[in-house]
């Protein structure tokens, strides 16, 4: 659904009428907003599982260990999430799971690579190998939901209000489901219009009814994904016999 359908459909069912809002008045713009605003809200009920992306933050080198992230990336932690190591044609030839910070340190001793984050680097268990060198390395990243966006209003009442260009009118909602959009959007709107806001509990109720209802197709219907526990698997004695001793001492899972 476009722009021009989804406020459609939101006049459509908040007044039960045909009507609609030119696309360079203000109630237009009011719409607008609460279609980016639910688009915003409904992007955290699932851990922006709906907007997950790759980003490919640069090139492993024999040696290094941690690797520096733009301010605007945040790592997606969600699941099995991994950071992947891949090679000029994109496929991963190494997989570096997500650990908390507090335990990397303890996958010192193990061969294979795993990897912590914080808001600004990545710090993987051990340097990269020579066999490494020059791959690519890859990160699931959350992003926001591609929002609907309006010219600029005039700063006063005499100026003019600038068109609606086609290609934002005909911008597609960022989303499978654009009903429970449309739907929360209502409910925002009802909030700020006085004639409505008797209707504002309702209309959460409606649009909560349908979250629910996309929440349990998505998991009954589905195969559950393996997730990412957080463990500390042991593989060797307390000493730790793998490629650098342990600098910590570990329980033997096995027992």
Not at 11 to 17: D, I, K, S, T
Not at 51 to 65: F, N
Not at 97 to 116: A, N, Q
Not at 161 to 174: F, G, K
């Amino acid at each position: 659904m476009s722009l021009d359908d989804c406020v459609e459909e939101m006049l459509g069912q908040l007044v039960g009428l045909e009507l609609r809002y030119a696309p360079n008045m203000d109630r237009y713009r009011v719409s607008t907003r609460c279609l980016n605003r639910a688009l915003r809200h409904n992007a955290l009920e699932r851990e922006w599982s709906y907007y997950s992306s790759l980003e490919e933050v640069g090139v492993a080198h024999a040696g290094q260990q941690d690797v520096e992230l733009r301010s605007s990336v945040r790592p997606r932690i969600v699941g099995d999430d991994s950071v992947r190591l891949c090679d000029a044609n994109g496929a991963p030839v190494v997989w570096a799971s997500f650990l908390p910070r507090e335990s990397i340190e303890k996958y010192i001793s193990r061969r294979g690579l795993w990897v912590s984050s914080t808001r600004t680097s990545l710090h993987f268990s051990r340097p990269f190998f020579t066999h490494e060198e020059g791959l690519r390395i890859q990160v699931p990243v959350m992003r926001e939901p591609k929002m609907f966006r309006l010219p600029e209003a005039p700063e006063d009442d005499t100026g003019t209000i600038p068109e609606v260009p086609d290609e934002i009118r005909n911008q597609l909602i960022d989303f499978d489901y654009p009903d429970l959009i449309i739907a929360r959007a209502m409910y925002y709107y009802a909030q700020t219009d006085p004639v409505m806001q008797p209707r504002a509990q309702t209309l959460q109720e409606e649009y909560k009814q349908l979250y629910y209802s996309l929440n349990e197709r998505d998991d009954r219907n589905t195969d559950p994904p393996v997730m990412n526990d957080f463990t500390v698997p042991i593989q060797s004695d307390i000493f730790g016999s793998g490629y650098w001793p342990a600098h910590t001492q570990q329980a033997d899972e096995r027992r």
